[in-house]
């Protein structure tokens, strides 16, 4: 029981480290003064972290189907220790231009192929 709460807490824990490092800029707090400007700006971070976590799921996803293709399956117990909330390999800081991108509606950009899996350390 006390295991299952950790984990709980550290995911917790996780999904606010995300959110300050999205909300980095502001220092992590609201400055606006009205009502519905603080929740237009908590509703915005909310998304940003989501279409993380979006990202980052899917790009897991693809990951394991790409090793899952090689005939190198992870182990479930190994599954669990797994989550979207990393954002280190994203840009939080800086200009976003949002542009085609170049990549064909439905697809992903290509996997890094410079990861090595193996059982023992």
């Given at each position: 029981?006390?295991?299952?709460?950790?984990?709980?807490?550290?995911?917790?824990?996780?999904?606010?480290?995300?959110?300050?490092?999205?909300?980095?800029?502001?220092?992590?707090?609201?400055?606006?003064?009205?009502?519905?400007?603080?929740?237009?700006?908590?509703?915005?971070?909310?998304?940003v972290a989501s279409a993380v976590v979006l990202w980052n799921t899917t790009y897991l996803g693809a990951a394991m189907r790409?090793?899952?293709?090689?005939?190198?399956?992870?182990?479930?117990?190994?599954?669990?220790?797994?989550?979207?909330?990393?954002?280190?390999?994203?840009?939080?800081?800086g200009d976003y231009l949002w542009t085609d991108a170049g990549i064909?509606?439905?697809?992903?950009?290509?996997?890094?192929?410079?990861?090595?899996?193996?059982?023992?350390?």
């Open positions: 029981e006390r295991r299952r709460a950790t984990r709980e807490l550290n995911k917790g824990e996780a999904q606010n480290a995300l959110k300050r490092a999205i909300f980095f800029h502001r220092t992590g707090r609201i400055r606006d003064h009205g009502l519905q400007a603080q929740g237009h700006r908590a509703s915005a971070l909310n998304l790409h090793l899952e293709r090689q005939g190198r399956s992870v182990a479930p117990d190994l599954l669990q220790h797994l989550s979207p909330l990393g954002w280190q390999h994203i840009n939080l800081t064909p509606e439905g697809k992903l950009r290509p996997l890094r192929q410079a990861i090595t899996i193996t059982d023992n350390p």
